[in-house]
């Protein structure tokens, strides 16, 4: 439906519906568009459109009419009704945990979209039933506690009764996700996002850093479980790549919801990637979308580093005016290799922008104290003598307070001491 305000144009958007629906193995054979003030009550759109569309069904053989907007169950009901048959009607939500249960390939990725599609169920039984309901219409003697009415209630109770299980597991879930992640804080382990819009690279980025074997597909969500990895800088820096869902404009929020406990590992990261399809024609609409999400989800304070990803498909004048354009991000090609170094030395800066320079002596019983400062920090320079190991190096606040104990002013207290 094409009405004012719309944050994206409705023919982009429309275009982005299809792909979807491409995404969910689905033919698009006829696209629809009204332009209203606002949304009908009853059916959503108007009811002209409303039979126009009925006929097109029938001459086209069609089985399924995808809304782009979020329909309410008594809208769904009603528009089934007039297109009649068994045709279903789905709106962009529907399409998408669809897609969503297609993908999720983890236990807790498949629990938070069952969590997500009992969700959506649970308000829309009653039209599910609403044949059996019918026959109540009819009068008599216990009309009140017909079976449709009886069924209905049983569905609900069972509804409720898996979305507070499916609940439960993810909270489960969700402890093990903070002992881990708290783990890594604990260690001083400097942590990187990527985030972006879907099909935007981040899981070709993540491959081409780390060298893993994430999947990738040319694709809307074709990743949907989070994944972490550990490499190591030049610098010998050990630090983390999570690579998170990809997101998408009129982002459902039940997904958000059952999404919470992965999209929050957002908020744990010391540095966001933004990774951007800088081949996309509506790359900065893309971009305002993700940095949207990340409001909502309270990561706005994290800092942050945009990364213009499939450089390889664009005309050299078109890159040149784009890093003209936007001369503090990262421009890469994760496919090619192109631009990764210099994306890998942008991530060390950022990491060494919070860390202070100091001097530690290191006895030779704390061996191991030694190779986790050569995986947490920067270290500049190196010696031993007869007390132990004399670095000098750059870390954190956190580290810093760890090695207290260690640190000296400069070789010569060592030496006096």
């Known amino acids: 439906m094409d009405r004012p305000g719309l944050a994206w144009p409705i023919e982009e ?7 979807l629906a491409d995404t969910d193995e ?19 759109i108007g009811s002209g459109k409303a039979s126009e569309i009925a006929q097109c069904v029938e001459e086209l053989d069609a089985d399924v009419v995808i809304f782009d907007e979020e329909l309410s169950p008594s809208q769904q009901s009603n528009l089934e009704h007039i297109l009649g048959g068994n045709i279903k009607v789905i709106d962009r939500t529907a399409l998408i945990l669809d897609i969503f249960a297609r993908h999720a390939r983890t236990r807790e990725g498949r629990l938070q979209v069952q969590l997500a599609q009992n969700k959506y169920l649970l308000p829309r039984l009653r039209g599910m039933w609403s044949h059996l309901v019918r026959e109540q219409t009819r009068g008599g003697i216990g009309s009140r506690f017909g079976q449709g009415e009886s069924q209905l209630e049983v569905d609900r109770r ?6 507070s299980s499916l609940e439960r597991e993810l909270e489960v879930l969700e402890r093990r996700r903070n002992v881990q992640s708290h783990a890594r804080h604990s260690a001083g382990i400097y942590r990187v996002s990527l985030v972006g819009y879907t099909n935007a690279g981040k899981s070709t980025t993540l491959n ?25 800088l030049d610098e010998g820096r050990r630090i983390t790549l999570t690579d998170t ?31 951007v399809d800088a081949h996309d024609p509506h790359a900065q609409m893309q971009l305002q979308t993700v940095d949207r999400i990340i409001d909502d989800l309270g990561a706005h304070n994290i800092p942050s580093v945009v990364v213009y990803n499939k450089c390889d498909l664009l005309k050299r004048d078109e890159l040149d005016a784009l890093c003209a354009q936007h001369s503090e991000a990262e421009f890469i090609s994760a496919a090619t290799g192109f631009g990764m170094r210099s994306l890998c030395y942008r991530i060390a800066k950022e990491a060494s922008r919070e860390e202070r320079l100091f001097t530690v002596c290191i006895p030779f019983s704390e061996g191991s104290l030694v190779r986790t400062i050569h995986e947490r920090c920067h270290v500049v320079h190196e010696a031993y003598n007869e007390l132990g190991c004399v670095a000098t190096i750059r870390a954190d606040e956190h580290m810093a307070q760890a090695l207290k104990k260690y640190t000296v002013e400069n070789e010569t207290q060592i030496i006096d001491d």
């Open 208 to 232: 081409a850093l780390s060298d893993a074997s994430v999947y990738v597909k040319d694709e809307l969500f074709a990743t949907l479980d989070p994944t972490t990895r550990s490499i190591e």
């Open 158 to 163: 069972l509804v409720r009764k898996r979305i």
């Open 245 to 275: 869902v990809g997101f998408i404009q009129k982002l459902p929020t039940s997904l958000i919801e059952a999404f919470k406990s992965t999209l929050l590992e957002t908020r744990k990261a010391n540095l966001l990637l933004k990774v």
């Open 13 to 19: 958007s429309l275009k982005e519906l299809e792909r």
């Open 26 to 44: 689905a033919d698009v054979v006829a696209v629809f568009t009204q332009r209203l003030a606002k949304p009908i009550p009853k059916t959503y």
